[in-house]
């Protein structure tokens, strides 16, 4: 199995942009989580998803945030417009179920706004 | 509002000896604890887990001890190895809800 996929691994952009971050779990795996890492906060939820339906997305930051889980195998998070204090590293993480043990995290993307 | 915090970014330890890590949460309610590794440029990866009913666990060289009455969780790595060189998250979940990650602690195996 290649494990969780998310691209790009580096996205540089300006501020105003819209970025959008994609994800493709690992096969069978129901759940799909959203997280954020930054030096202050470490890794924060942002959102998570079961069998493609949104069921928590109070870490959402604010409105300027989105994710979609059009099917069992592709989520995106979108940032429009982005902001300078966005930058911070993104991972999307699968699990086939609720056992925090079988977190399978990807390589994240490094996001940075300018 | 924190609910997990790991007070030390850093910690350098030589090889051989022992690393411990620490973690505290602040919210009664967590009744399950992790910890995971993650390497430069990778994703975390699960290390070891503890369930509060319990207040070890052991795992090869890694142990984690739980003491509920301080809220205060520790992992423990004997003998300490270069290959242990990255950064740990401790995490806590009230539930089987969402996993709450704390700051994370860079340690640094020096040889």
């Known amino acids: 199995d290649a494990g969780v996929i998310q691209s790009p691994r580096h996205e540089v952009t300006e501020m105003g942009q819209e970025v959008t971050l994609r994800c493709k779990p690992i096969s069978g795996h129901d759940y799909l989580f959203w997280y954020r890492q930054t030096m202050m906060r470490g890794l924060e939820l942002l959102i998570y998803f079961n069998n493609n339906v949104p069921i928590d997305d109070s870490g959402m930051p604010e409105d300027r945030f989105s994710a979609k889980m059009p099917n069992a195998s592709f989520s995106t998070l979108k940032i429009q417009p982005s902001e300078p204090r966005d930058s911070a590293v993104y991972f999307c993480a699968s699990s086939p179920g609720t056992g925090y043990e079988k977190l399978f995290f990807g390589s994240g993307t490094q996001l940075s706004v300018l | 509002d924190q609910q997990v915090k790991q007070n030390s970014p850093s910690l350098s330890v030589q090889e051989g000896r022992i690393s411990i890590l620490n973690c505290d949460y602040t919210?009664?309610?967590?009744?399950?604890f992790l910890w995971y590794k993650k390497y430069p440029a990778e994703g975390p990866t699960f290390l070891i887990s503890i369930s509060s009913i319990k207040d070890k666990n052991e795992d090869g060289r890694f142990t984690v001890f739980l003491n509920k009455s301080a809220k205060h969780l520790s992992l423990h790595i004997v003998p300490s190895q270069p290959g242990d060189s990255a950064v740990y998250f401790c995490a806590a979940s009230e539930g089987a809800q969402k996993l709450v990650f704390g700051q994370g602690t860079r340690l640094t195996i020096n040889p």
């Open positions: 919210n009664s309610m967590f009744d399950y």
